[in-house]
């Protein structure tokens, strides 16, 4: 090939000798130059560190799950494809807490509701279906997962003023929910965000129950998540936060109940109010105590009667 040849580029500055290395922040190209029948060299860019195509693996779709009602009706979910904060699951505690209210109505019904890192948000849907006055349905503001969940509440017919449609799109002027509300929010940051959607009245007395279902394993998060119930729970005798739970890592089951050893130290009542076996774990191959991994319990917060005394409840 007697005219093929290999151009490469340097350059010298400071009395560095590098290959000519193109940059635009993100990206790092070198300069090729390869044989060309019109002027014996063109020049193609490279991008030295990009990964190939399928380096990383796709992201999960999202997927849905049903929850049946005991009336025999059925609320179809819908969850994130993949999520940090593991909202691409539908949690025994939600399902849980949901037959909770089912089977005591009058827990939610004209009562305001709050729940705090809700994913799918099963329990304060349906809490919304029983009649609540005003709920909330709160998780980390990442938009898909907001979205998510206005999907979820705008699908499910079951609840007053909504005309649930298959893919949980509002259905026309009248399409959206009387009752419930969905907003992004970090546990342990000002609440005021979610208060407000009390009313001007409802705002500076907050919440009659509010929802944690399934966040105990967020362990450095325990003073967070209490110091949204203390902003947020209604200062009541009425009022009480439930918390319901499985260990879904046995080990570090005493870490998990560290929680109200927490919530006791900042002057809750705690109460055990419920404890549930399921017929096999949420995750079937984790390892640890399979007894463990298929119990789900249940617990209240209230106030203790000093602060109820203080605010002349």
Not at 183 to 196: P, Q, R
Request: glycine share 8%; hydrophobic share 35%.
């Amino acid at each position: 090939m007697n005219n093929s040849f290999i151009t490469v580029f340097f350059f010298i500055s400071n009395h560095k000798v590098g290959q000519h290395i193109q940059k635009d922040h993100t990206k790092m190209t070198s300069t090729m130059v390869r044989s060309d029948p019109e002027s014996d060299v063109d020049t193609v860019d490279v991008d030295l560190f990009a990964d190939p195509e399928d380096y990383y693996p796709p992201t999960p779709p999202p997927t849905t799950q049903t929850y049946t009602t005991t009336k025999g009706e059925i609320i179809t979910l819908h969850l994130v494809g993949q999520s940090p904060t593991e909202a691409h699951h539908l949690w025994n505690g939600a399902r849980i807490m949901a037959s909770h209210f089912e089977a005591n109505p009058s827990l939610v019904h004209n009562r305001t509701v709050l729940e705090l890192g809700a994913g799918a948000g099963l329990p304060a849907i349906v809490a919304a279906t029983l009649g609540a006055r005003r709920v909330v349905v709160t998780d980390y503001p990442d938009p898909d997962l907001v979205e998510t969940m206005w999907r979820n509440v705008r699908g499910c017919a079951l609840i007053p003023g909504v005309r649930g449609t298959a893919n949980g799109e509002e259905d026309g002027e009248d399409g959206g929910p009387e009752n419930i509300v969905v907003d992004g929010l970090v546990w342990g940051a000002n609440s005021g965000k979610v208060l407000k959607h009390l009313g001007e009245k409802g705002k500076e007395e907050g919440f009659d129950v509010l929802i944690l279902a399934d966040l105990l394993f967020r362990h450095t998060e325990h003073g967070n998540m209490l110091k949204t119930v203390r902003e947020t729970m209604k200062k009541s005798r009425e009022s009480k936060a439930f918390v319901v739970f499985t260990s879904y890592r046995p080990w570090l089951q005493h870490k998990d109940l560290k929680f109200f050893d927490l919530a006791r130290e900042e002057g809750f009542v705690v109460e055990k109010v419920l404890e549930k076996k399921m017929d096999k774990p949420l995750f079937e191959k984790d390892p640890g105590d399979v007894d463990i991994l298929k119990t789900v319990t249940g617990w209240e917060l209230r106030w203790p009667e000093e602060v109820l005394h203080q605010n002349g409840r």
